[in-house]
């Protein structure tokens, strides 16, 4: 159990930088989750931690002990592949006690913790049988099963659930964060399915080019997003994005096709110097609903706009509302089963705390 | 009825085309294991096809008087040598082809197999001499040397084609749990490896058990099985054997390999439950 401090780290490839001066602290016992596309260098800055790459710029730091240059081995960590990396001549018991073996654990003490180890996991009955005769969820238990039996400083975890159908994925989710939150080991999980980052992470590291954009719990990612990219990139559906024209006009209204919002005076203050300046306004879907058919809770002042019913999807426990506003296509997801008449005439609500004002050209939040 | 008929016949062309290929490797092999073994007047009555009478006298001359079992105890001393020293060249070098990425990477894949593009007399004639003058001549050793360059090329793309084939992922993980990279390719790679490794070794035994022109032109009182043989049945002696002692001769040159492959397929097949390429 350790806290671990990326330093102003890079990693080129040649001329690629996949990383870029990322400093990131991770907290002692925290479930931290590095979140972007593929390729935006969460797995190389993870790699860099498990020692498998060395930065080409800055340093890592376990505690107070320089790891940048240690072997994987030397620096008591564990890790689950995304291919889980079981090692296919060894039987189970043999790939959850090598860790142990490999360390010169005495071997009633091995013996122990791979029964301990499996019990957590539920694969008492595997231990004698070989990875070719596992199921793909089963395999799984075990790279996690070994990760965990010596009690690593930092567990880290590269995709571990993409290769698993939807369902096994749900439930190992859940579990995986269980034990986690039990054995309370510095985890850094890596991931680009943005459910499982606001699910399982105590906080979430977005990445995107190599950069680390922003870090912070799930809800506070989720609420303030720092930019664009992770404004879009969490949340579904996604947050929906218009151009808008920060106007002062007996009052300070964003202005776009097909909607005018007056904002309240608070807002004058940040939006000041982007009056007459094109910007680009989001909101999110559950942000927004459609008046008469159902309302907002715990909302304090919305504004109006009006829209037309162009599209429904009926997902049974929600309605997604595709709504034409001018010429934006703008999602409103309501709760329960709603059927709007698709060319309905609608007036939309907007929750004026959870709106989003981007600068167009840094594409960084103002509000 | 038509399409029973079709069914029907679309089978025996099934099986016609089966029993051809069968047939076409079994009877030659058949045909000299009974010829090695009947008797001479048998073999030359022009009314007996498959012989009534027969004699292990000519495999018995073959082997004990002609100096054949020498051959073979030289061949399989060769066979090994050239396994031993083109897995130690090869083993690093397919290693390093399939696993680390650097400058002239394809270059030097390709130009591993040029070397086979020279016919082997002129690879054989300025070997002699080399070898005469580092005493490595007529030895198995020197043998072993040139069966090695000839092997060498096929070990290094084979093994590169099976680490390759061995995820990256299983040695990562190994370093991850303690192992330096050394250890984590001797416990983790090298045994998944294995079965291919096998097959690999299978490959160059077979190519230098079956090596003739080296062997008989390198080699002079050690030679090995194919060499001996060549030299008793040209009849170095004065006149070519007589027919059934070149069956005879075919049916010891045939059945140590035969029954080499035979166990070794058995065995790579279960290795590990799995198939590694």
């Known amino acids: 159990m350790v806290e671990v401090k990326l330093d102003r780290i890079t990693k080129r490839f040649g001329n690629f930088e996949a990383v870029k001066e990322l400093t990131l602290d991770i907290k002692d016992g925290e479930f931290l989750v590095l979140l972007g596309p593929s390729g935006c260098g969460k797995t190389t800055t993870l790699r860099m931690i498990a020692g498998l790459e060395t930065p080409t710029e800055g340093r890592i730091y376990f505690g107070d002990r320089d790891v940048t240059y240690l072997p994987p081995k030397d620096r008591n960590i564990s890790m689950v592949f995304q291919s889980y990396a079981v090692w296919p001549h060894m039987k189970v018991y043999d790939n959850i006690a090598f860790p142990l073996k490999v360390k010169k654990y005495p071997e009633n003490e091995i013996k122990e913790r791979v029964k301990w180890a499996a019990e957590l996991l539920q694969i008492e009955e595997l231990l004698d049988r070989y990875p070719a005769q596992l199921s793909g969820g089963q395999r799984q238990r ?170 429904i999807e009926a997902l049974g426990t929600d309605t997604i509302v595709h709504a034409k506003v001018g010429g934006n296509i703008i999602k409103i997801k309501l709760p329960g089963h709603i059927p709007l008449p698709v060319g309905e005439k609608i007036k939309i609500e907007i929750d004026l705390d959870n709106i989003h004002v981007f600068d167009r050209d840094t594409e960084k939040a103002i509000i | 009825m038509r399409d029973e008929t079709k069914y029907a016949l679309k089978k025996t062309a099934f099986y016609f085309v089966i029993f051809t290929a069968v047939a076409w490797i079994l009877i030659p092999i058949i045909v000299a294991f009974l010829y090695g073994f009947t008797t001479k007047t048998d073999y030359y009555n022009p009314d007996i096809i498959i012989p009534h009478s027969y004699t292990t006298k000519y495999v018995h001359t073959i082997l004990f008087t002609l100096g054949a079992w020498e051959g073979i105890k030289n061949s399989v001393i060769v066979a090994t040598l050239t396994i031993i020293i083109s897995f130690i060249l090869g083993i690093p070098a397919g290693y390093s082809i399939a696993k680390f990425i650097f400058p002239g990477r394809d270059m030097i894949k390709l130009s591993i197999v040029a070397l086979r593009m020279f016919p082997i007399p002129v690879m054989a004639i300025p070997l002699i001499v080399l070898y005469i003058r580092l005493h490595l001549a007529d030895t198995l050793l020197g043998v072993a040397l040139a069966h090695t360059a000839m092997t060498l090329p096929f070990v290094v793309l084979i093994t590169s084609n099976i680490f390759g084939s061995v995820s990256k992922e299983y040695e990562e993980a190994a370093m991850v749990f303690g192992l330096t990279r050394l250890g984590s390719f001797i416990k983790i790679t090298l045994p998944l490896a294995l079965p291919g490794l096998a097959a690999a070794a299978m490959f160059t035994f077979v190519m230098s058990w079956n090596e003739v022109f080296v062997a008989s032109v390198l080699t002079l009182n050690h030679r090995t099985l194919p060499a001996q043989i ?48």
């Open chain 1, 142 to 311: 075990v790279a996690v099963a070994r990760a965990i039996v010596v009690e690593p400083d930092v567990l880290l975890m590269d995709e571990p659930l993409s290769n698993l159908d939807a369902k096994l994925r749900v439930a190992m989710r859940a579990e995986i964060k269980k034990l986690q939150t039990k054995l309370k080991v510095t985890t850094i999980y890596v991931t680009h399915d943005q459910v499982e980052a606001m699910t399982m992470g105590d906080r979430i590291a977005v990445m995107n080019q190599g950069r680390l954009l922003q870090v912070g719990p799930p809800t506070e990612v989720y609420l303030k997003p720092n930019s664009l990219f992770v404004a879009t990139f969490i949340g579904a559906p996604e947050m929906n994005i218009v151009d808008a024209t920060v106007v002062e006009n007996d009052g300070l209204f964003l202005e776009g096709d097909g909607f005018k919002i007056p904002l309240p005076d608070d807002f004058r203050e940040i939006l000041e110097s982007y009056i007459g300046k094109d910007v680009l306004l989001g909101v999110r879907p559950e942000h927004m609903t459609v008046k008469g058919v159902s309302t907002l809770e715990h909302v304090t002042r919305t504004a109006e706009i009006e829209g037309i019913v162009d599209f």
């Open chain 2, 230 to 277: 060549l030299s008793i049945m040209a009849g170095s002696s004065g006149g070519a054997a007589p027919d059934y002692y070149k069956f005879a001769a075919a049916f010891i040159m045939t059945l140590p390999a035969m029954l080499f492959i035979f166990f070794a397929r058995k065995y790579l097949v279960t290795m590990w439950g799995i198939t590694l390429k």
